[in-house]
C-alpha cells in the first residue's frame, strides 16, 4: 500500500485551497505558544520552566534539562510535543525532590531561552495544557493565485470550522512511521526497544484509520452533521454520548454552537458503541486496513474517540506584498497543518 498517498490523500472540507505558497521558510514563520490552562501554586518541589526553543525536538529539550539540572531525563516533565523547525515556547517541569531548596540551574543550551520560572506541587503531565496559540508566516504568495476567494474561506472556516485531521508528523517523514509499523506487525522487523516509540508507531496505526473514516464522511459531506448511530462528543471533553438521547432539535442548536461535534474511532480493542449509518461507514473503511486494525487490537489498545470537526477561534489573517500571517487558537491535540490545508497548498523548504 502507499501510503504517503493514502496520508496526503485526504478530502477537503471546503473544496480546494484557494492560495498557495511557501511554508516554514525560516523557523520563526512557524510560532506555537502553549497555554496552560492552570496557574502554578507558587509551592512545592517541582520548577516550572517556560521555555522558548528553536531547533530542538521537545525531547531533546527534555534531556538537555535533565543535564543542566544533573537529573535523570524522568525527572523533567512537558505536557505536549513541539515541532522542532519552528519557534514554540513551552512548559516543562523539574522535580528537584524535597531534601534541598529548589536550585534554579543556570540552562545553557543553544537554541533554548528560559522565559519564566515558577514552582508546583505537583509535576506538569502530559496532555494538561489546555490549548496552543499559532502564528503562521506563508511567503512567496503568487499573484495569479490570489482571487480573493481566500477571504471567502476564512469565512468559511470560521462558521464551520475544519475536519480534525491529524497532520503530517504524526506520520514521519516519508511515511516513515507507518512503514516501520506495518514491518513490525508483519513479523518482519522486531519491535522497537523504546517503548515511546513503540507507542508512536501505535499511534501512527490509529491517526491513518481515524484520518480515512474521516475523509470519506467529508466526502460525503457528513463530517459536521450527525449521522445516525452516532456518537457525540462535548466540546473540549473526552466525554461522549449518543446521538439517539438528544432530540434532532436540540442537536443541531448544540451543532451550531460547537457545542458538540461527530466523532470518529480510535481503533482498538472493545465495543464501538456506534451504530447504524455509522457503524456501517466505520467498517467498511476500516476493512481496508487491515493489518492496522489487528495489530492495534492485538496490542492492547482500547476503542475511543476523537471530535471529527476542529473548531478554529480567534482565526485572523493578514496578506501583504504576497506575504500571508495568520494567527488562530485550537485545543491541544490538533494540528495547524489541519487548518492552513483547507485554503493554502503549502510547499516546505
Not at 530542538?56 to 537529573?71: H, S
Not at 432530540?247 to 458538540?260: C, G, N, S
Not at 471529527?308 to 491535540?333: C, I, K, M, Y
Request: hydrophobic share 40%; proline share 4%.
Amino acid at each position: 500500500m502507499n501510503w504517503q498517498n493514502e496520508i496526503a490523500g485526504l478530502h477537503h472540507a471546503h473544496g480546494e485551497p484557494v492560495l498557495r505558497g511557501i511554508f516554514k521558510q525560516f523557523p520563526e514563520d512557524f510560532q506555537v505558544e502553549e497555554e496552560l490552562g492552570f496557574q502554578p501554586d507558587g509551592a512545592g518541589e517541582h520548577e516550572f520552566l517556560f521555555i522558548e526553543k528553536s531547533g530542538l525536538t521537545t525531547t531533546q529539550v527534555q534531556m538537555e534539562l535533565a543535564r543542566c539540572y544533573r537529573l535523570p531525563v524522568q525527572r523533567v516533565s512537558f505536557s505536549g510535543m513541539k515541532d522542532k523547525q519552528a519557534l514554540t515556547r513551552q512548559w516543562f517541569s523539574v522535580h528537584q525532590g524535597s531534601s534541598k531548596p529548589l536550585v534554579q540551574a543556570e540552562v545553557v543550551v543553544a537554541g533554548v531561552k528560559v522565559l519564566q520560572r515558577c514552582r508546583n506541587s505537583r509535576k506538569l503531565q502530559r496532555g494538561s495544557h489546555k490549548a496552543n496559540r499559532f502564528v503562521v508566516t506563508v511567503r512567496e504568495c503568487s499573484e495569479a493565485a490570489i482571487n480573493g476567494d481566500w477571504q471567502q474561506r476564512m469565512q468559511q472556516i470560521r462558521q464551520r470550522g475544519v475536519p480534525n485531521y491529524f497532520g503530517q508528523q504524526r506520520f514521519g517523514w516519508g511515511a516513515d512511521n507507518l512503514v516501520q509499523a506495518v514491518r513490525w506487525f508483519t513479523g518482519e522487523d522486531a519491535p522497537p526497544k523504546s517503548r515511546t516509540r513503540r507507542s508512536m508507531l501505535l499511534s501512527s496505526a490509529r491517526s491513518l484509520v481515524f484520518n480515512a473514516v474521516l475523509s470519506e464522511r467529508v466526502s460525503d459531506s457528513s463530517w459536521d452533521k450527525i449521522l445516525p448511530g452516532e456518537l457525540v462528543a462535548l466540546s473540549g471533553t473526552s466525554s461522549t454520548f449518543a446521538g439517539s438521547q438528544a432530540t434532532p432539535q436540540e442537536l443541531q442548536q448544540r451543532l451550531d454552537a460547537f457545542d458538540i461535534h461527530p466523532t470518529g474511532p480510535l481503533w482498538g480493542a472493545g465495543e464501538s458503541r456506534t451504530g447504524e449509518q455509522v457503524a456501517e461507514l466505520e467498517t467498511a473503511v476500516a476493512s481496508r486496513f487491515t493489518e492496522l486494525t489487528t495489530a492495534l487490537v492485538h496490542h492492547g489498545l482500547q476503542q475511543e474517540r476523537r471530535a471529527l470537526r476542529l473548531q478554529v477561534p480567534e482565526l485572523e489573517a493578514d496578506l501583504n506584498a504576497g506575504v500571508l500571517v495568520l494567527s488562530f487558537r485550537l485545543t491541544r491535540g490538533a494540528y495547524a497543518t489541519s487548518v492552513l490545508r483547507e485554503f493554502l497548498h503549502l510547499e516546505s523548504q
